[in-house]
């Protein structure tokens, strides 16, 4: 099983600050199969990035994604008030569990 | 409207079954695959089940296989998880969730979640 890390658990910021949070896989994933996740208080996960590094439908371009092999990044360039929520990378190999990391809380 | 409306979901004794519903629209169902993930309160996100487009493979966590068996009716536009011999460890926000792709793609379209609370 693909075990994801996610750094750091909490991302202390400011509005209009940048945000850089980490998601390690414990073997090299293609990637194509790895996504990054919003979940804001009380709501369902909402798709940002697939493939690493492509944004979903309706993502504003201050979210990026980048990486390969082990090490993947998404990037906030600017948050805005409303990106304050939790994040969660997740792979997609064919072979399951299609596993999450644990989360990555970004709090003002 | 694009949406999935999970139901199905309460309280039941440990060693008990329930099954979920999800109910799909807004979009052509058959061509994707679905998947059901869930979240114990407070935690993170865990991936349960998985089905195909056209129901030609299905896939478990290792937590639950055995236990769950998913479906899906394309006729009805609709996805199920049956569960069986429920465990406290089972007590979650249980999420339905489109594929991207017919297989194996990132899930793009959630509900809102149904919760599964199991407790003596």
């Known amino acids: 099983e693909i075990v994801l890390t996610q750094s750091p658990g909490t991302l202390s910021l400011s509005p209009g600050e940048r945000a850089t949070l980490s998601c390690r896989a414990s073997q090299s994933i293609d990637s194509s199969f790895l996504a990054w996740y919003q979940q804001k208080h009380g709501q369902a996960p909402r798709l940002l990035i697939y493939?690493?590094?492509n944004r979903a439908t309706g993502i504003p371009d201050r979210f990026s994604g980048s990486g390969s092999g082990t090490d993947f990044t998404l990037t906030i360039s600017r948050l805005e008030p409303e990106d304050f929520a939790v994040y969660y990378c997740?792979?997609?190999?064919?072979?399951?569990?299609?596993?999450f990391g644990g989360g990555t809380k970004v709090e003002i | 409207e694009v949406q999935l409306v999970e139901s199905g979901g309460g309280s039941v004794q440990p060693g008990r079954s329930l099954r979920l519903s999800c109910a799909a629209s807004?979009?052509?169902?058959?061509?994707?695959?679905m998947h059901w993930v869930r979240q114990p309160p407070g935690k993170g996100l865990e991936w349960v089940s998985g089905i195909s487009w056209n129901s030609g493979i299905a896939t478990y966590a290792d937590s639950v296989k055995g236990r769950f068996t998913i479906s899906r009716d394309n006729a009805k536009n609709s996805l199920y998880l049956q569960m069986n011999s429920l465990r406290p460890e089972d007590t979650a926000l249980y999420y339905c969730?489109?594929?991207?792709?017919?297989?194996?793609?990132?899930?793009?379209?959630w509900g809102q979640g149904t919760l599964v609370t199991v407790s003596s």
């Open positions: 493939g690493a590094s």
């Open positions: 807004g979009f052509t169902f058959d061509d994707y695959a």
């Open positions: 997740q792979q997609y190999v064919s072979i399951p569990p299609k596993t």
């Open positions: 969730a489109k594929d991207l792709y017919y297989n194996n793609g990132p899930f793009d379209l």
